[in-house]
């Protein structure tokens, strides 16, 4: 049997099984996410690709960024599918997570830890998620015409915070809830 370690492949005993694996409510989020930025920025990407750079068809633009939707819905399914299977024993699965706060060895100091990261990282990315979509949104045309001189860096950095205070709460939301729901698990199976 190996452990989870950064790069291994996964396999899982009976007794070590830890069901449901991490990961579904992080995943969700992020596709949420993905999805709500798709919409926000298709017209934008519409306008740049069929009238400004490639003179392509809006409504091939629009096929394409509705087929990359369907595409990460897919792989995420699949992807969140190997995961609960693994936990339970089926196949394996490569687990390529950093993992330092879960090793804190004190629960009630990781769950405190994990409320607090989920917190500040939500109250961070709704005060960013605006500017977040705006930056976004300008750098569409700088991205498509290459003239990156074009862009404004402290747009770019609130776009960055946005986007690890979004990793930050989904991750840790996810870490709480699994963690309660394989509590609960374990205590109904006792």
């Known amino acids: ?78 992807d969140q599918t190997r995961r609960q299977l693994a936990e339970l024993g089926v196949g394996t699965y490569n687990d390529y997570q950093l993992r330092v706060w879960s090793r804190v060895t004190s629960p009630p100091f990781r769950t405190a830890g994990y409320l607090l990261a989920v917190i500040a990282g939500t109250v961070v990315a709704v005060i960013t998620f605006d500017r977040a979509v705006e930056a976004l949104l300008s750098l569409i045309p700088v991205i498509a015409t290459v ?28 870490r709480l809830v699994i963690g309660g729901i394989r509590v609960l698990i374990s205590e109904w199976f006792r």
Do not use: K, N
């Not at 449901?20 to 993905?34: C, K, R, S, T, V």
């Not at 709500?36 to 409504?59: G, K, N, Y």
């Open 147 to 174: 003239d990156v001189v074009a862009f404004d860096l402290v747009e770019l950095f609130v776009m960055v915070v946005f986007f690890l205070s979004y990793s930050v709460a989904a991750h840790t939301l996810d």
């Open 1 to 78: 049997m190996s452990m989870s370690v950064a790069g291994e492949a996964r396999h899982v005993d009976e007794e070590d099984s830890q069901f449901p694996a991490y990961g579904p409510i992080e995943a969700i989020l992020g596709y949420l996410l993905f999805y709500v930025l798709v919409d926000r920025v298709t017209p934008a990407v519409v306008t740049v690709f069929s009238d400004t750079v490639l003179d392509l068809s809006p409504s091939f633009v629009r096929f394409g960024l509705a087929t990359a939707l369907w595409f990460i819905l897919v792989v995420t399914a699949i």
